[in-house]
């Protein structure tokens, strides 16, 4: 018999949210296809407000109404229904382990999609805000105690999972992205220009932050050098009032459902992100799609992906800069990226290798409920 399965994230994954969106989409998807019953307990308003989210799981159960207060009410309502429950996000972790019963935790895994901790320290040294060494390991070890007790801590790359190990997790398997190597037909010569990928909900995330860096400090750069004013397009929400604010700069093509026909009219993604944690999905997507990348240090690092191998990688606005133009102008050097940047995602990203992991997640959360229950 399959495990049934809570999983509690903030929202219905759209892909088009961002924010880890995609990944979460995946792994409910192949909690589906491993044959589990999966009921889905959304904590947060949804930040795009579909108007169908039982279409993106139409096998699921979605327990809308309850939010991140109502998760109480709703073990007590529920709790026997499930073999398994899933949990992403530190401040859904925390409520769930103030509500639920301490012999839940032992059928419980957190998927620790990022880790906040160390991406507040970066955005407090982007911004110029002192960050102090003992207070950043403070609030890591809080992170990361969160999960203490759990079965199993899933971890989306090498460095996050290294972390829940040295707090002392035993089971930390690492479940990254799934994708599918896809590139669109259009070659070096038909496309132009670049493409940001990505929301920008309020000023001091991590999208609005590089968007506003990229549009006020590297973009002119290209543009002076180029001569001409050479597209941006960006895809996604753009509330964040600084954003908004250049406008001018770029075209916003706002919510995209499918970004095939985007990715083919580009010639260079730019990623110039400089604070995050986690998995940069958006790369995985446009390499994918056979798009080559700039990126910075920080996302090169998450991926494990090198300069001149797979993606371009840059820190300052002028190096930044020089990089995009050399991979926007040089043929050779985008046909290697682009092969490189597919062969990557084939090996990094495979489908199948995902859902044996799920599905191994879930025997093993199974099979120790149910010595839970023969030792009672």
């Known amino acids: 018999m399959r495990p049934r399965v809570l999983a509690i994230d903030d929202w219905v994954p759209d892909p088009r949210i961002g924010a880890g969106a995609p990944r979460a989409l995946s792994l409910l998807r192949a909690i589906i296809a491993a044959g589990s019953p999966l009921t889905l307990l959304p904590t947060l308003k949804d930040p795009i407000e579909q108007t169908d989210p039982q279409a993106l799981l139409p096998r699921a159960e979605i327990a809308l109404g309850f939010g991140i ?31 639920a019963r ?21 955005q407090r040294e982007v911004i110029g805000q002192p960050v102090f060494a003992e207070l950043v390991t403070r609030d890591l070890a ?13 971890a989306v790359n090498a460095e996050t999972a290294a972390a829940f190990r040295a707090a002392g ?16 037909a259009a070659g070096f010569e038909q496309r132009d220009g670049f493409l940001f990928v990505g929301p920008a909900y309020a000023d001091d995330t991590p999208n609005a932050d590089s968007l506003i860096w990229f549009v006020d400090c590297v973009l002119p750069k290209i543009r002076k050098e180029l001569g001409r004013d050479v597209p941006l397009a960006v895809a996604g929400l753009q509330r964040a009032p600084l954003v908004r604010e250049r406008a001018g700069s770029f075209t916003s093509l706002g919510l995209v459902d ?16 400089r604070f995050a944690a986690g998995l940069p999905i958006k790369v995985h997507d446009a390499a994918a799609h056979g798009l080559p990348a700039v990126v910075t240090p920080l996302l090169a690092g998450q991926l494990g992906w090198r ?43 495979d489908p199948a290798r995902f859902e044996r992991t799920v599905a191994a997640m879930l025997a093993d959360a199974g099979a120790s409920v149910r010595r839970s229950a023969q030792a009672r």
């Open 142 to 154: 809080d992170e990361t105690a969160l999960a203490k007790g759990t079965r199993i801590v899933l």
């Open 69 to 99: 207060k109502g998760i109480a009410d709703f073990l007590r309502e529920r709790a026997d229904d499930f073999d398994v429950v899933i949990v992403s996000r530190p401040h859904n972790m925390a409520a769930f382990r103030a509500a």
């Open 258 to 273: 499918d970004l095939t026909a985007t990715y083919a009219a580009a010639r260079v993604f730019v990623a110039p992100t």
């Open 169 to 184: 997790h035993r089971d930390v398997r690492i479940l990254g992205n799934a994708a599918i190597p896809r590139p669109g």
């Open 307 to 349: 300069h001149e191998r797979e993606v371009l990688v840059a820190a300052s606005p002028t190096e930044f800069a020089a990089q995009c133009l050399r991979l926007h102008g040089d043929a050779a050097l985008w046909e290697r990226l682009r092969a490189g940047g597919l062969k990557r995602v084939a090996r990094d990203c």
């Open 102 to 122: 301490p012999e839940t935790l032992a059928a419980t895994v957190y998927d620790a999609e990022a880790l906040f901790a160390v991406r507040d320290a970066l």
